[in-house]
């Protein structure tokens, strides 16, 4: 029940109202809250049920009265809107999108394993694929009266969480062409699955942005603002950008502004099945995992191996998304794969790896240590 | 002058009318005519002059009568459409875009030291950018009636050069979405660089598909149809495919029904100096080249090694498009990048590497032999 009364507790400990978590979660932080599926887990769904869903939070799960939500949009120029959870539901077209998103610092753990990085140390499931309902941002600005025949200097679209601490809330932002045109299907969601968003997935209404980096999903979504430049928060300004292997912390400050956020993530995937360990006793070793590019990019192919790197072979595509026949252009939900791979006979140990290819042929780096950054983001070399 | 009358020769010999080519040109193959011009010469301009501009042909260059030019646009349920030259520059808004094309081959010959494949063995120039003028593929496409909103069971844009021999003609496609999506800036070009497309390049008119593989560009355009298949081309079919490495000539012809024509290409860098073999006196080495991604995605950053890969450090990007401020999405053109790098005392070899990361942080694989495929099309593994 969303509207219990907030305890007097909360007003001493901001963490005090947090929603029950389902047991299996992997927690990597307590306060605030960020937690990944077991890896066999995620791949038993091509949809992730929603107590399993990879949780990300910056700061603590605030308590929304439906009630009385309000989103406010307000740029220059503009005349301020306020729209209510109803008129969210009521006056505009609602749309369903099938869609994955995944954390910038997902795989950080192999990456701070060869050189250490700031961040949480997430596994390889800071990832996970829901069906959300909602409203297209789109029609919503069109609704404030901004379309792409008039933005002039309103060049970006800045998202505020409700979500906040004593010396700042979250925010982030995306670029207005993205948020424009609807074949990027940019939504304000109000359900997750089938369901009003959990507490911890934003509710009641967060931003989903296809094929971009979660932190641009804006979660608990309260104003958004039309401005010539990008959020100024940590978030998009500071974090969540990709660095050379050369930066460290003495001197990343100077690269901070030139460095664009990210937002379109780059071609993954992982080995989610057999873990580490586990022995083999047949001929062949069957191999479970995800694919997913950015950007609305499809997955056309998954490669496995067995023997480090040195031969290939293709994993069959298990589930392919409800809609049969996704636009290689907006394939915004993941692929889940399986290989079956014969063990040649005499093989004492397997050295497993996979790699993907999306639609724009691009592919996953050998190793990560090339691609190492100081804050841990972006690893996507060949899973092993 | 591209009016002179077509000598007798030309009937036995397909190839007794090629026009005139530079010198400097590397000719991969004199008969269809295909060259690059040399590394140090590319990245002289941002602008590959037309003489030094990479060429593909597959098939003899045809001569053709612009005073008898005709473009024919047809597809079921259409009113067939049949424009001049003169239509096509009157009738159309004239755009302009400066576009980067490259074929699927280029460097193919690094991956054939690797292991043997079939095709044009491409140095690292089978790359050029030129400014283009031209209309857009929608206009025309809307003047025979296909829009968004009316395109139906008509998915593929085909398109048909005038270019042929005894048995086949030139054809490739394009998803209409690509087509009609005028931030795509699809254009049936009929300048190139400021002056008429020279022949070689596809004079009268070719497609220019901004981001998209070289294949895709069509030369000597003559018909377009709007289908519900792709075109029936060899290579639409079958070549330009990229395959898995453990897909061999026996094995490919189950693999081309399922296997994605390549159309937007993946993020790509190389080194054009210094030359493998220059004696370096200096404590430093400079080093230039060219980085450049498909579907508009820009280039975020070009890292260089001397030591094999390392350690990194950025290089500085030199030449920036003639729009200084172009959106990473719609990023057609390259980007040339120089790097001066100290040489620590001691050092006896340099091992020079790059790789460049484009706007949805796509980066390069670090090693050809795991992208290795039969045809030796997409290699864009870090160059040394
Ligand atoms: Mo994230
Ligand atoms: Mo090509």
Chains 1, 2 share one sequence.
């Not at 940019?186 to 942005?209: F, Q």
């Not at 056309?300 to 480090?308: L, T, Y």
Request: glycine content about 8%.
């Amino acid at each position: 029940n969303e509207k219990v009364t907030k305890p007097q507790a909360a007003l001493d400990d901001p963490f005090a109202n947090e929603p029950t978590r389902h047991p299996a979660l992997v927690v990597r932080s307590a306060r605030p809250f960020n937690a990944e599926p077991p890896a066999d887990l995620l791949t038993a769904n091509f949809i992730t049920p929603n107590e399993l869903f990879f949780t990300r939070n910056h700061l603590p799960v605030p308590t929304i009265d439906p009630a009385t939500y309000r989103l406010e949009i307000v740029g220059e120029g503009l005349k301020p809107v306020s729209l209510s959870l109803q008129d969210l539901k009521t006056k505009f077209p609602r749309h369903t999108v099938t869609a994955t998103i995944q954390c910038a610092g997902n795989r950080r753990a192999e990456m701070s394993a060869e050189k250490p990085t700031r961040g949480l140390g997430w596994g390889l499931a800071a990832i996970s694929n829901a069906e959300w309902a909602g409203v297209y941002l789109a029609d919503v600005l069109a609704a404030a009266g901004v379309d792409s025949e008039h933005t002039g200097q309103l060049r970006h679209v800045q998202l505020h969480g409700l979500d906040r601490d004593t010396h700042q809330a979250y925010s982030a932002s995306i670029p207005i062409d993205r948020a424009l045109n609807k074949h990027n299907q940019v939504l304000l969601a109000y359900e997750m699955n089938g369901t009003e968003i959990p507490r911890d997935h934003g509710y009641p209404v967060r931003v989903v942005v296809p094929g971009v980096v979660g932190a641009r999903n804006v979660k608990w979504l309260g104003k958004i603002t039309l401005a010539p430049e990008e959020s100024d928060s940590i978030w998009q300004r500071k974090d969540y950008k990709g660095f050379c292997s050369s930066v460290d912390w003495d001197t990343v400050d100077k690269y901070y502004e030139n460095t664009p956020a990210i937002q379109e993530l780059p071609v993954q995937s992982a080995i989610c099945e057999p873990r580490t360990g586990t022995l083999i006793r047949d001929k062949e070793v069957t191999l479970k995992g995800y694919a997913w590019s950015g950007g609305g990019r499809g997955i056309v192919r998954v490669d496995v191996s067995i023997d480090g790197g040195k031969t290939w072979q293709m994993a069959h595509i298990d589930a392919l998304p409800a809609d049969p026949s996704p636009s290689l252009s907006q394939s915004w939900a993941w692929t889940l794969w399986s290989a079956i791979v014969p063990i040649p006979e005499g093989t004492t140990e397997l050295d497993l790896r996979c790699k993907a290819v999306d639609s724009s042929y691009n592919v996953q780096p050998d190793t990560i240590l090339p691609g190492w950054n100081l804050r841990g983001v972006l690893t996507n070399a060949w899973h092993r």
